[in-house]
């Protein structure tokens, strides 16, 4: 795929709410996470959220999202992703992989308590982003692709595969 942005993301975790003063260093400590915990329709230790810790540190992002009040706050717990590659982009390119990585995840995911990218996806933007997760990345899958996310395949429905089979066959006479 030209121009294909592969999006490395290294997982860790778990951290249970009262470790995230841990994830507080401002060179480190940023990325995507993943938290899991209790959820009435769903049961226990579900995915509930994937978010963001852009230009702040996981310590502080997660803090405002107030988890200590779900129904088990003890058995919540958090997985934090950074990303990583060979070099280290500038700040603005790192936001943006960290925006589309989130958009991309929530979308392939469908978290019980993301509301936002859930019907949608950034379509063009997120195209030709491929993510691998490593790690401890739990019940992410370990790749999810942008051209499987987007209108690009769109038009998948039109192709029949009796018609493919038939090409093929002709094809070997």
């Known amino acids: 795929m030209d121009n294909e942005l592969i999006i490395h993301i290294e997982w860790d975790g778990p951290f249970k709410l009262d470790q995230l003063s841990e994830l507080n260093n401002i060179d480190i400590d940023f ?81 019980a308590r993301n509301t936002q990218n859930l019907n949608s996806v950034p379509d063009t933007a997120a195209r030709k982003v491929h993510i691998l997760n490593w790690g401890n990345y739990r019940n992410l899958l370990p790749e999810v692709s942008g051209a499987r996310y987007t209108s690009k395949y769109d038009n998948i429905q039109n192709y029949e595969m009796g018609v493919h089979i038939k090409n093929l066959k002709n094809l070997s006479k």
Do not use: M
């Open 31 to 111: 990325g995507i996470y993943q938290i899991y915990g209790s959820h009435p329709i769903y049961g226990a230790d579900v995915l509930l959220y994937i978010g963001k810790a852009d230009r702040q540190t996981f310590c502080q992002r997660i803090a405002q999202e107030e988890w200590i009040y779900n129904c088990d706050s003890k058995s919540v717990k958090v997985y934090i992703g950074r990303l990583a590659g060979s070099k280290t982009p500038g700040a603005n390119r790192w936001s943006l992989e960290i925006e589309l990585a989130e958009k991309l995840l929530i979308y392939a995911h469908s978290p």
